[in-house]
């Protein structure tokens, strides 16, 4: 394994890169799906765009999603708290809201007519957010934590991986209590071996990208 330090603006470039040469290599009218998998002090909403963008000028449509617009209703994702670890960890993301509303009308053949939001959590209700259509050749990418190891279909997954030490200095005091859901999600799913390709950003202004032999 090698550990290569890259500037954010070139691993937006790369990551663009990257999708370009996938989506290209799809069937004809077919969609790419591509997750970025990290914790919120690992900035993956940041990158996400960053990326969009370059795909953008490259001419591929692109579609930014967060899934944290694809949550389950408050009486789901707190019934044991608020401040419940295992809760985060299982029950926040409603996996068959992305899979019916977002993943599956993506996939060959689909019709390309997805929910861009589905749940404000602030709020506690639907969103109510208009239909839009991803066109033929264009991009999803989906930007948020806990992503990995739930049988969602991704054509290149990304995690953004820290250290434990680094995630606990980075994440606010209030939000600390999650920190145990994500060594379990290490624990349990792996993710950087889990991903496609996996970018180190102990400090996000600073990433460095993996390469498996």
Avoid: K, N
Wanted: no cysteine; proline share 10%.
């Amino acid at each position: 394994m090698q550990v290569h330090p890259i500037s954010p603006e070139r691993l937006a470039e790369h990551l663009a890169d990257r999708i370009t040469d996938l989506a290209g290599a799809l069937p004809e009218g077919g969609r790419l799906r591509a997750a970025l998998d990290g914790a919120p002090a690992a900035r993956p909403g940041e990158l996400a765009d960053a990326v969009a963008g370059a795909l953008r000028l490259r001419g591929l449509p692109a579609l930014r999603v967060s899934a944290a617009d694809f949550l389950r209703p408050a009486s789901i994702r707190l019934e044991y708290g608020r401040q419940d670890p295992d809760a985060y960890h299982d029950l926040r993301l409603d996996e068959g809201a992305l899979l019916r509303e977002l993943l599956d009308p993506l996939e060959p053949g689909g019709s390309g007519r997805v929910l861009p939001t589905f749940w404000d959590a602030a709020a506690d209700r639907a969103t109510r957010a208009a239909y839009t259509h991803l066109a033929p050749g264009g991009v999803l990418l989906l930007d948020g934590e806990l992503l990995l190891g739930r049988w969602l279909p991704f054509e290149l997954t990304v995690h953004l991986a820290m250290t434990p030490a680094a995630l606990a200095r980075r994440t606010p005091p209030e939000d600390r209590w999650t920190l145990p859901a994500f060594a379990r999600y290490e624990a349990e799913t792996g993710p950087a071996d889990a991903a496609d390709l996996t970018v180190r950003v102990d400090d996000p202004r600073h990433p460095a990208l993996v390469e498996r032999p």
